[in-house]
């Protein structure tokens, strides 16, 4: 299947949708060319999917008016499952996807009236119609996960697979950190927490008078960059989207005029208005407002480091047992300070890629030596950007090589499982086939598909 929202697809399916909006505006009469279940393809569809997949230099293997529609005949077959399975996404994930594909839309186009021109729609259009795009592949991420959830792999069956594969198919491994970390938050000055505090008092009651909507503040003055053009609406989201005392007040609110009490949560202070309710999904804006670190509080907290560090350099105490005793993060603090791989395969791996690291931690390994410390440095938390004091030591340097078994077991395993998973999808699609109803227009048909049944012989 296709990779999902990379930007030139983005495109393809951009240009397709303003094609077909206005063909309808000129009356332009379209062609059916597939149905599969109750929705059809249109051929201005494929040809748009081509015509930009040809522009940017794209490779498609075999006849591209039978690969292009095929494969979005595949995608239509996991949507029509994800509703009779209920399958629902982060919203708040698919906002982000969106703001980073279209912020790299406009950098493609050089600004943000360039794109509106070419594509003849305007901002908030595009951003509506790469939200529904986002969340469509989201949710057959989803449903792939789901059909492949009780995937195994045991290490008998890598070590097969592993001694088939020729020299020149073994996979190299690029070079790979494990790194520890200790951090610090600086105090946020009581003076600072008023005034957050006070501020989203004078915003409560200047909407409450009626002086001016909550989504204007929102736009103004929250500090949440993602949803703050939107007006901070936040979209349809269940409860576990949020951190919990957000939800619990989100989903506490009941009418649609009152604002709710300020809500503190590890990313900063919060004021909450409810938009609306659907089932167990709430969409709701916010204003959020980060505390600023005063430079006193952070020169605090770079000497208590570099003192840490002090004692780490003279054999007072070792790197470890200050990270378990003094670390505030949670993550690494109980595994002596050693990082863990969320985005490895397994997310439990210690080892990282320098480009999976956080940035400023990248920026200050790449220049240590296996067993060194570094300097105490500040950093902004990857997740909700507080700023943080940081020391780090580079535990391990793993230089590039070809994949061994023993030593890589972990991409191993994960390749032959993708192996696996992929022999499931492929026997789900051929099952479904033989499932939903599927009608391809004479002259579409003659085709070599990926999957056979598409046409009944």
Same mark, same amino acid.
């Given at each position: 299947?296709?990779?999902?929202?990379?930007?030139?697809?983005?495109?393809?399916?951009?240009?397709?949708?303003?094609?077909?909006?206005?063909?309808?505006?000129?009356?332009?009469a379209?062609?059916?060319?597939?149905v599969?279940?109750?929705?059809?393809?249109?051929?201005?569809?494929?040809?748009?999917?081509?015509?930009?997949?040809?522009?940017?230099?794209?490779?498609?293997?075999?006849?591209?008016?039978?690969?292009?529609?095929?494969?979005?005949?595949?995608?239509?077959?996991?949507?029509?499952?994800?509703?009779?399975?209920?399958?629902?996404?982060?919203?708040?994930?698919?906002?982000?996807?969106?703001?980073?594909?279209?912020?790299?839309?406009?950098?493609?186009?050089?600004?943000?009236?360039k794109?509106?021109?070419?594509?003849?729609?305007?901002l908030?259009?595009?951003?509506?119609?790469?939200?529904?795009?986002a969340?469509?592949?989201?949710?057959?991420?989803?449903?792939?996960?789901?059909?492949?959830?009780?995937?195994?792999?045991? =290490?008998?069956?890598?070590?097969?697979?592993?001694?088939?594969? =020729?020299?020149?198919?073994?996979?190299?491994? =690029?070079?790979?950190?494990?790194?520890?970390?200790?951090?610090?938050?600086?105090?946020?000055?009581?003076?600072?927490?008023?005034?957050?505090?006070?501020r989203?008092?004078?915003?409560?009651?200047?909407?409450?008078?009626?002086?001016?909507?909550?989504?204007?503040?929102?736009?103004?003055?929250?500090?949440?960059?993602?949803?703050?053009?939107?007006?901070?609406?936040?979209?349809?989201?269940n409860?576990?989207?949020?951190?919990?005392?957000?939800?619990?007040?989100?989903?506490?609110?009941?009418?649609?005029?009152?604002?709710s009490?300020?809500?503190?949560?590890?990313?900063?202070?919060?004021i909450?208005?409810?938009?609306?309710?659907?089932?167990d999904?709430?969409?709701?804006?916010?204003?959020l407002?980060? =505390?600023?670190?005063?430079?006193?509080?952070?020169?605090?907290?770079?000497?208590?480091?570099?003192?840490?560090?002090?004692?780490?350099?003279?054999?007072?105490?070792?790197?470890?047992?200050?990270?378990?005793?003094?670390?505030?993060?949670?993550?690494?603090?109980?595994?002596?300070?050693?990082?863990?791989?969320?985005?490895?395969?397994?997310?439990?791996?210690?080892?990282?890629?320098?480009?999976?690291?956080?940035?400023?931690?990248?920026?200050?390994?790449?220049?240590?030596?296996?067993?060194?410390?570094?300097?105490?440095?500040?950093?902004?938390?990857?997740?909700?950007?507080?700023?943080?004091?940081?020391?780090?030591?580079?535990?391990?340097?793993?230089?590039?090589?070809?994949?061994?078994?023993?030593?890589?077991?972990?991409?191993?395993?994960?390749?032959?499982?993708?192996?696996?998973?992929?022999?499931?999808?492929?026997?789900?699609?051929?099952?479904?086939?033989?499932?939903?109803?599927?009608?391809?227009?004479?002259?579409?048909?003659?085709?070599?598909?990926?999957?056979?049944?598409?046409?009944?012989?």
């Open positions: 299947m296709q990779k999902i929202f990379r930007i030139f697809l983005s495109l393809i399916m951009l240009c397709g949708y303003t094609n077909a909006i206005q063909a309808q505006e000129k009356n332009i379209d062609e059916v060319i597939w599969v279940g109750d929705e059809a393809i249109l051929k201005s569809q494929v040809e748009e999917q081509i015509k930009q997949l040809r522009a940017y230099n794209e490779r498609i293997e075999g006849d591209p008016y039978c690969v292009v529609p095929e494969n979005m005949a595949i995608s239509k077959l996991y949507l029509n499952q994800a509703k009779i399975d209920s399958v629902t996404v982060s919203e708040s994930e698919i906002r982000s996807i969106v703001e980073k594909r279209l912020g790299e839309l406009i950098t493609l186009f050089g600004s943000r009236e794109l509106e021109e070419y594509q003849n729609m305007s908030t259009q595009i951003r509506e119609f790469l939200t529904e795009m969340r469509e592949n989201q949710i057959i991420k989803a449903m792939q996960e789901n059909l492949t959830a009780d995937v195994k792999v045991t =290490p008998a069956e890598v070590r097969r697979y592993f001694s088939k594969l =020729p020299e020149d198919s073994i996979p190299t491994v =690029p070079m790979q950190v494990e790194v520890q970390l200790i951090t610090i938050e600086p105090k946020i000055s009581a003076e600072e927490e008023e005034n957050l505090k006070s989203l008092r004078d915003y409560t009651e200047r909407i409450n008078k009626g002086e001016v909507d909550f989504s204007t503040l929102a736009i103004l003055y929250s500090e949440d960059v993602t949803t703050a053009k939107e007006g901070g609406e936040l979209g349809y989201a409860k576990s989207s949020f951190t919990k005392p957000f939800a619990d007040v989100a989903f506490g609110l009941t009418d649609p005029k009152k604002i009490k300020i809500v503190e949560t590890e990313y900063g202070y919060h909450i208005q409810l938009i609306d309710r659907r089932g999904r709430v969409n709701a804006r916010h204003i407002l980060r =505390p600023q670190v005063a430079e006193k509080e952070r020169q605090e907290a770079l000497v208590r480091m570099d003192t840490l560090r002090s004692k780490i350099m003279s054999d007072s105490v070792t790197f470890e047992d200050v990270a378990m005793y003094y670390s505030q993060d949670k993550q690494s603090r109980n595994n002596f300070g050693l990082m863990i791989n969320s985005r490895s395969f397994s997310g439990l791996s210690t080892k990282f890629e320098m480009q999976d690291l956080p940035q400023e931690i990248g920026i200050v390994v790449d220049k240590l030596k296996e067993g060194e410390i570094s300097q105490p440095f500040s950093m902004k938390h990857p997740q909700n950007q507080r700023e943080l004091v940081a020391m780090v030591k580079l535990k391990t340097r793993i230089p590039a090589h070809k994949a061994t078994a023993k030593d890589d077991y972990e991409i191993m395993q994960e390749i032959v499982k993708n192996r696996k998973k992929g022999d499931l999808l492929k026997k789900w699609i051929s099952d479904q086939q033989k499932k939903i109803y599927v009608h391809i227009k004479e002259g579409w048909h003659n085709c070599e598909f990926q999957y056979d049944g598409w046409v009944l012989q």
